[in-house]
């Protein structure tokens, strides 16, 4: 088919669209939305590649997750405050200069490579969960499992950070109730 | 699904080197230009996001599922990354006030 090209220039476009937008928008709320347009187009180039586990757990984790995450964060605090002082114009044209001149380092040493594409990936199945579960589990077991612990960690830690003074205040009545 | 991506035609490697490239570069720009601790945030998101996408990218045209695993395993710490970014942020907000970035020099000196 002809056109699988044009969905991935369209879902590019609208990725870069929306990573642009990001950096443009001026509310964080805004700049929030922008990311997750960009989140569903990188969803959408999954399953151009035939990643179909990694497009569904993309979205659930990014744009269901992550999304849901940073929108409490600046709607229960009300963050959604312009921002006050945006950085000198000096200081963002080097800041666009130096991404540019990255970018373009970057480019020019993948031009300098040949890749030979081995494989199509349209034909071949590694992307389904089935062969990603048989992978996951018998060759990258104790990884999964050491995963576990890495996010039961970050969840005490982030609840621990969240109400760090209520706890230590706790803590510190307690000490005069039995001490004082 | 299936039936989608049978029709699905080969695109070069190369497009999504630098697409990813492309994008990799926005989320450097936004940290750079940014004072708001939540879009740096945001923009470290899209970072991750472009090495995600070149990883999935490599392994399924060179026929490894070890890449997508790794894929997999990025956006576990991703997650973890994310939740606690947004606490030490609202701890942020909380003693200062303010979100922008430059108010944070204690330790800088």
Same mark, same amino acid.
């Given at each position: ?13 609208l990725?870069i669209y ?7 928008s001026r509310?964080?709320?805004h ?9 569903f187009?990188?969803?959408?180039l999954y399953i151009?590649?035939?990643a ?9 984790v ?6 849901v995450?940073?929108?409490f964060?600046?709607?229960? @605090?009300?963050l959604?405050?312009?921002?006050? !002082?945006?950085?000198? =114009?000096? %200081? +963002?044209? #080097?800041a666009?200069?130096?991404g540019?001149?990255?970018m373009?380092?970057l480019?020019?040493?993948f031009?300098?490579?040949? @890749?030979t ?5 349209? !034909?071949?199945?590694i =992307?389904? %969960? +089935?062969n #990603? ?6 060759e990258?077991l104790?990884p999964f499992?050491?995963?576990?612990i ?10 621990l ?6 706890i ?13 | 699904m299936q ?9 070069p ?5 630098y697409?990813c490239?492309a994008?990799?570069c926005?989320?450097?720009i936004?940290v ?9 945030l945001?923009?470290i ?7 995600n996408l070149?990883?999935?990218a490599?392994s399924?045209?060179?026929?490894d599922p070890?890449?997508?695993i790794f894929?997999?395993?990025?956006m576990?710490v ?6 606690i970014?947004?606490?030490i ?5 909380r003693?200062t006030n ?5 108010v ?6």
């Open positions: 088919m002809i056109f699988t090209k044009y969905i991935f220039y369209f879902l590019s476009t990725a929306g990573a642009i937008m990001v950096l443009m509310k964080p709320i700049s929030l939305l922008y990311l997750t347009l960009t989140f187009a990188i969803a959408g151009l590649l035939n179909q586990f990694l497009a569904v757990v993309h979205i659930i990014y744009a269901g997750a992550i999304m995450l940073f929108l964060t600046v709607m229960l @605090l009300n959604n405050k312009e921002e006050r !002082s945006p950085k000198q =114009g000096w %200081v +963002k044209i #080097l666009v200069l130096t540019g001149m990255l373009i380092v480019a020019g040493i031009r300098s490579y040949d @890749l594409v081995a494989v199509d990936p349209s !034909s071949t199945q =992307g389904l %969960v +089935k #990603l579960g048989k992978v996951l589990y018998n990258y104790l499992e050491l995963a576990s890495l996010f039961l960690t970050a969840m005490v830690g982030a609840v950070l969240a109400k760090k003074e209520q230590l205040h706790n803590l510190n009545t307690d000490k005069t109730e039995k001490y004082g | 039936t989608i991506t049978q029709n699905i035609q080969v695109i490697l190369n497009y999504y080197l697409f490239t994008l990799f926005i989320g450097v936004g750079l230009i940014k004072r708001n601790a939540l879009v740096i945001m923009s998101e899209l970072m991750i996001n472009s090495i070149l990883l999935a490599f399924a045209y060179s026929n070890s890449g997508q894929v997999f395993f990025i576990v991703a997650a973890a990354e994310v939740a970014g947004l606490a942020i609202v701890v942020i907000f003693s303010s979100l922008d970035i430059d944070l020099n204690k330790l800088r000196w």
